[in-house]
């Protein structure tokens, strides 16, 4: 017998039809001696109906009161999906974010986790009940009601299997599993079996959306056995997230292909190649509170050097507009930039240990005639900024060149 | 400078831009120097649309996830009353029945309210904010969601005031006060400027639908000064619902015409005329959880009496069905009923110490040629069973044969 918690999202819960069908799913882990406690999501759709309600009274709504509004999405859905299991004969129970106590700071839209009582969960649990929890929603000190940000239900599922020293934290979401690659750009893409933590960090934050990453680095933080599985399927092991790197020697060096075309490019030309370049550059654009992906600076000459980054395609034209006094007073060449940009990446905790990954990835690009704009490495991936255009031509043959379409 | 308690009703929060011109009115008391505390119900419908989602996932919904669902309801109307006011520049906080704590018994879908904790209200008021909470729901001993069912946010309306010792609850409806009579069928109704609680009781219970009963009752407990007031006029100050009786002599005996066409009368004919035989009758009506209105027996003969009462016509083949039995342990000669009914009442505290009341309105009825079917009185009303058909002539020729159509 293990205590398992699941995680249901958004498409999962979305219809009564579908709520009826996550409860089935539950009652057969329950009836294979398990003890379950559920997460759900908002029903698909509902916290967007929420938030343009709230616009339509003020543009910018106000960050408490549209925390009491948008956390009503999840309350609705623990209340139907303990209906759907005691209607067919499951004992549950539900709870609010604030019911079960999941203390948080008072952030409100993106608060974080502080702390979480367990007492009466365990107490449901050991009356035979399943603990339906509304995901994404917290309370702070005072009492006032908080939101965990948008994908904050994956944290919730996360943090409450941490807290309660879960078995394994299982996330229902539409895919069933992690894939090599988008298999709508590859056919060919296999599903991975197992994924590294630090893989599926690279993977999530490059695009493949199958997991909020804060989700990723909580159950890394607590070591929380975390696996991803389809809800439409009833079948299927999933992907398992793994802590320890894959001992099996035969694993295939690179895990994944990742991309993401929301991001736009930066370069400030022409700066004095001197220390405190970076921060006067983007001391100024963190401050407007634009966060900055990749970042690349290479080695300069006759005292100048040019500084890339690149950002969310909707933070463009505000950072352009941040860093008009920037270019004056450090006296830089000008500014190139666009946004017809595509960042690919190939990832793999098995490029540590293997030569020769980036001058694969490097010949086969070139191979294409697909011109490389950008380079940033990590430890376990490598990405490169290209045109737009090319994205799904290089993909498909990365994908390829790393072999991700031979079964493993 | 005045503590008031206003509640708006489903109907008056309607739509976005219904939401905002509560906020202006709630603005202008405020800037009169009034502290206010605001309780709202769920958008008109919102209810409604929640009990059916939840219906399509359980035929009779567990009643402790009915009210965690039902209760968000409520919740969006807080946080968006909130951000409208802050929209327009007042300072405003919202509090679901929990947060407040509001704390009820755990009777789910309809507890009764048991305490109310002011202490963060107080506060709220004190640093200039506009509290804003929501009607119908509270919290019990164990941290359960719990509702007051149908009509509850008067109640909410009206603890709160009595909580905070409030100078004044404002109930805002569609209509703009207490009328002699249903104006759509009396044009020459007149709204009423004041009104006793008595009055108030047997006026709201015979089918002026302005208030919920169970908040008047409520008020007269706890003396709280009580409104009606319209949410779509600006001017008019309604009607005042009083505690003592008028000290205008000039005042009208009769406060008002009432009359309700939901009731079905039943007649047991021939049961024995001794003790205990109403309860024989009645004892088994009330374990099948049926509401009796009005209760009849006449002096009997013969040893044998005919005993009448009234229920709601939902209720009306189940109780028929109920008796069966009965009739036959009392040996009962028969049963007499009918659902095409309606009771018609005139109402007045003045009543009390004018005669000739009855004959009057006996005598109006007996002049269009209606039957009377049953007759029941009390203090300060006297209420008639005629046939349904009858119901709008009854009401009209008794609103003029008490000048309630002159100008008070």
Redesign the interface.
């Known amino acids: 017998m293990a205590l398992i918690v699941q995680k249901y999202g958004g498409t999962s819960v979305g219809s ?1 039809e579908r ?2 069908n996550v409860a089935k799913r539950v009652a057969r882990w329950k009836s294979q001696g398990h003890d379950v406690v559920v997460v759900v999501s908002a029903m698909s759709g509902e916290t967007n109906r ?1 938030i343009a ?2 616009k ?3 543009s910018q ?2 960050a ?3 925390d ?2 948008v ?2 999405g999840e ?2 859905t ?3 999906l ?3 299991l ?2 067919i004969g499951v004992p549950a ?2 709870y ?1 974010g ?2 079960v106590r999941i203390l948080t700071d008072n952030a409100h839209t993106k608060a974080r986790i502080l702390s979480i009582d367990e007492h009466n969960m365990r107490a449901d649990l050991k009356a035979g009940r399943v603990v339906v929890v509304a995901g994404f929603q917290g309370i702070d000190e005072a ?3 908080t939101t965990l940000g948008r994908g904050g239900s994956d944290t919730t599922g996360v943090a409450l299997a941490a807290a309660l020293n879960a078995d394994e934290c299982q996330i229902y979401t539409d895919v069933d599993g992690v894939y090599t690659t988008d298999p709508r750009i590859v056919p060919e893409a296999r599903r991975l079996k197992t994924i590294t933590f630090e893989e599926m960090l690279e993977m999530a934050s490059l695009g493949s959306k199958v997991l909020q990453i804060r989700s990723v680095e909580f159950a890394g933080k607590y070591k929380v056995r975390l696996r991803v599985l389809s809800s439409f399927e009833d079948e299927g092991e999933g992907t398992l997230i793994t802590f320890e790197e894959d001992k099996d020697m035969e694993k295939a060096v690179i895990s994944g292909i990742a991309f993401n075309r929301d991001e736009a490019k930066i370069t400030v030309l022409g700066v004095p190649d001197r220390p405190g370049i970076a921060y006067q550059i983007l001391g100024p654009v963190g401050e407007a509170n634009i966060d900055v992906d990749m970042i690349v600076q290479n080695v300069g000459h006759d005292g100048l050097t040019d500084f890339s980054f690149t950002v969310h395609r909707n933070d463009y034209q505000k950072t352009l507009k941040v860093l008009q006094p920037v270019l004056e007073h450090t006296k830089a060449r000008g500014v190139q930039s666009g946004d017809k940009i595509a960042k690919v990446s190939v990832v793999g905790v098995g490029m540590r240990s293997h030569a020769g990954i980036a001058s694969t990835m490097f010949r086969t690009l070139a191979e294409e005639g697909i011109n490389i704009e950008m380079i940033s490495t990590s430890e376990i991936k490598i990405s490169v900024v290209i045109d737009e255009k090319y994205t799904e031509l290089a993909v498909r043959v990365l994908h390829k060149a790393f072999g991700l379409d031979q079964p493993a």
């Open positions: 009564p709520i009826k929420l309600l709230a339509d009274i003020q709504p106000d408490r009161e549209l009491v509004m956390s009503t309350q609705v623990i209340a139907l303990s209906m759907a005691l209607e129970r539900s609010t604030g019911q009492g006032n009601i």
